[in-house]
């Protein structure tokens, strides 16, 4: 059959600023599995209904992550269709996906997980205790938002004591849009480099860390250097933007929400808050991409093999069929949601983001006395363009923090 021809629309990508772009409200009453040119100038599916996201996430058999990321709908074009990197799970399908993803699902299960709840809490108090030593104003971003998840991964992956300053620097010049694309980049090959010469210090000498406990596990297939790499890669680029962002924009919009915020603090809404914050924000934006193997139908739509599929995490997270009242923040709702994914790629390390969250965020609310933001609402840099949405700067001050 021959291609869907080319569309006219384009995805809509602009935030307000914590709900997703109003246009989605219309897309999913009217025409929910629709056709859009994307900025890097891929035409694909956009499935804006929740019904229709858990169909595709859910479907790994017929919808493929080999050659594509999300990162190619928004300017990465030209990498699309080059070849899964060794390790990096979210880019293979089928059995390599599921080899790679047993081997780590013990590291991210909640019990193993909890392990690191003393090293969280030490670098959270940390982290606010120098905002005790400071004055206001500062970029909660890069004062809090980044280097804590940054910190826990390098703990999480065994990054030596001495080389942790390095590695909270480089790995935040990589995500932050402040810096210009060539420091990007330099710090995105330093990355590459490091990673490299951890790989190999822990296949010589392997400690009590995840890398390590790869290496060491008894196995009929080995991972070798450039998986080891892969995996710790992936982990980096998936578990810290994320989860910094999550940070930043979930306490933006806990001070415009006050009652809320002042709930984050009450034990009866602990183990909801953090769920509703992520289906709320549902930063991971602008389409997680598929590719469809065959044709075939979603929501009454022929779909031919070959096509790529976005699906819109953030309009079917308040999709009215699926949810009442979707638009509103509130903390003590249960829901399921789809901010974490779906299916055989469905977040590996949501319990260790939790838990971040669940520390970083009542922690902060409860320590920073009248914390409030102090740049003007038109001022803060949303990050529309990006693949995982936030702010790239938020300047706020307090009061006073306590102990
Ligand atoms: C609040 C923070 C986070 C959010 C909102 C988030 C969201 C997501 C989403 C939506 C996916 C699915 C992507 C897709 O289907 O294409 C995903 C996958 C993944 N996430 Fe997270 N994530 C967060 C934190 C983390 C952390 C802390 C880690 C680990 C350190 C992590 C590791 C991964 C990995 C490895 C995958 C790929 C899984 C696979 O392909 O099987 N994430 N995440």
Same mark, same amino acid.
């Given at each position: 059959?021959?291609?869907t021809?080319?569309?006219?629309?384009?995805?809509p990508t602009?935030?307000?600023?914590?709900?997703?772009?109003p246009?989605?409200?219309?897309?999913?009453?009217?025409?929910?599995?629709?056709?859009?040119?994307?900025?890097?100038?891929?035409?694909?599916w956009?499935?804006t209904?929740?019904?229709?996201?858990?169909?595709?996430?859910?479907?790994?058999?017929?919808?493929?992550?080999?050659?594509?990321?999300?990162?190619? &709908? %928004?300017?990465?074009?030209?990498?699309?269709?080059?070849?899964?990197?060794?390790?990096?799970?979210?880019?293979?399908?089928?059995?390599?996906?599921?080899?790679?993803?047993?081997?780590?699902?013990r590291?991210? %299960?909640?019990?193993?997980?909890?392990?690191?709840?003393?090293?969280?809490?030490?670098?959270?108090?940390?982290?606010?205790?120098?905002?005790a030593?400071t004055?206001?104003?500062?970029?909660?971003?890069?004062?809090?938002?980044?280097?804590?998840?940054?910190?826990?991964?390098?703990?999480? &992956?065994?990054?030596?004591?001495?080389?942790?300053?390095?590695?909270?620097?480089?790995?935040?010049?990589?995500v =932050?849009?402040?810096?210009?694309?060539?420091?990007r980049?330099?710090?995105?090959?330093?990355?590459?480099t490091?990673?490299?010469?951890?790989?190999?210090?822990?296949?010589?000498?392997?400690?009590?860390?995840?890398?390590s406990?790869?290496?060491?596990?008894?196995?009929?297939?080995? %991972?070798?250097?450039?998986?080891?790499?892969?995996?710790?890669?992936?982990?980096?680029?998936?578990?810290?933007?994320?989860?910094?962002?999550?940070?930043?924009?979930?306490?933006?919009?806990?001070?415009?929400?006050?009652?809320?915020?002042?709930?984050?603090?009450?034990?009866?809404?602990?183990?909801?808050?953090?769920?509703?914050?992520?289906?709320?924000?549902?930063?991971?934006?602008?389409?997680?991409?598929r590719?469809?193997?065959?044709?075939?139908?979603?929501?009454?739509?022929?779909?031919r093999?070959?096509?790529?599929?976005?699906?819109?995490?953030?309009?079917?997270?308040?999709?009215?069929?699926?949810?009442?009242?979707? =638009?509103?923040? =509130?903390?003590?709702?249960?829901?399921?949601?789809?901010?974490?994914?779906?299916?055989?790629?469905?977040?590996?390390?949501?319990?260790?983001?939790?838990?971040?969250?669940?520390?970083?965020?009542?922690?902060?609310?409860?320590?920073?006395?009248?914390?409030?933001?102090?740049?003007?609402?038109?001022?803060?840099?949303?990050?529309?363009?990006?693949?995982?949405?936030?702010?790239?700067?938020?300047?706020?001050?307090?009061?006073?923090?306590v102990?």
């Amino acid at each position: 059959m021959p291609p869907t021809s080319s569309p006219t629309e384009a995805l809509p990508t602009q935030r307000c600023p914590f709900d997703p772009d109003p246009r989605y409200r219309t897309l999913r009453e009217e025409s929910p599995i629709t056709r859009v040119s994307t900025p890097a100038g891929i035409d694909v599916w956009l499935v804006t209904r929740y019904a229709d996201a858990q169909r595709v996430l859910g479907d790994g058999a017929s919808f493929s992550n080999i050659d594509s990321s999300s990162s190619h &709908l %928004m300017g990465d074009k030209d990498a699309l269709g080059a070849p899964p990197p060794p390790g990096v799970l979210l880019r293979h399908d089928g059995d390599a996906h599921s080899r790679l993803r047993l081997r780590l699902a013990r590291e991210f %299960m909640i019990k193993r997980v909890a392990h690191l709840e003393p090293f969280i809490r030490r670098v959270v108090a940390e982290h606010i205790d120098r905002l005790a030593a400071t004055s206001g104003p500062i970029d909660l971003y890069r004062a809090f938002g980044l280097p804590v998840p940054a910190l826990v991964i390098s703990e999480l &992956l065994g990054v030596p004591e001495e080389d942790r300053e390095k590695f909270e620097r480089f790995t935040a010049a990589q995500v =932050d849009l402040r810096f210009s694309l060539e420091e990007r980049q330099a710090a995105a090959y330093e990355s590459v480099t490091f990673f490299a010469q951890l790989v190999d210090a822990k296949l010589k000498n392997p400690g009590d860390d995840l890398i390590s406990r790869l290496i060491l596990e008894p196995t009929e297939r080995p %991972m070798d250097a450039a998986e080891l790499q892969g995996i710790a890669m992936l982990l980096l680029a998936a578990g810290h933007d994320t989860t910094a962002n999550m940070i930043t924009l979930g306490t933006h919009a806990l001070l415009q929400h006050p009652k809320e915020a002042a709930r984050l603090l009450d034990p009866a809404t602990e183990a909801t808050a953090v769920d509703e914050l992520v289906r709320y924000l549902s930063i991971v934006h602008n389409g997680v991409l598929r590719k469809a193997v065959a044709d075939l139908e979603i929501g009454g739509v022929t779909v031919r093999a070959g096509e790529h599929v976005a699906v819109v995490l953030e309009s079917a997270n308040r999709d009215a069929a699926f949810l009442d009242d979707g =638009d509103d923040l =509130d903390l003590a709702r249960s829901s399921a949601h789809l901010g974490f994914g779906y299916g055989p790629h469905q977040c590996l390390g949501q319990h260790l983001a939790r838990l971040e969250l669940r520390i970083a965020l009542p922690e902060l609310f409860r320590r920073v006395r009248g914390l409030r933001v102090v740049m003007p609402a038109d001022e803060i840099p949303y990050k529309n363009d990006a693949v995982v949405y936030g702010i790239r700067e938020l300047r706020v001050d307090w009061d006073e923090v306590v102990a």
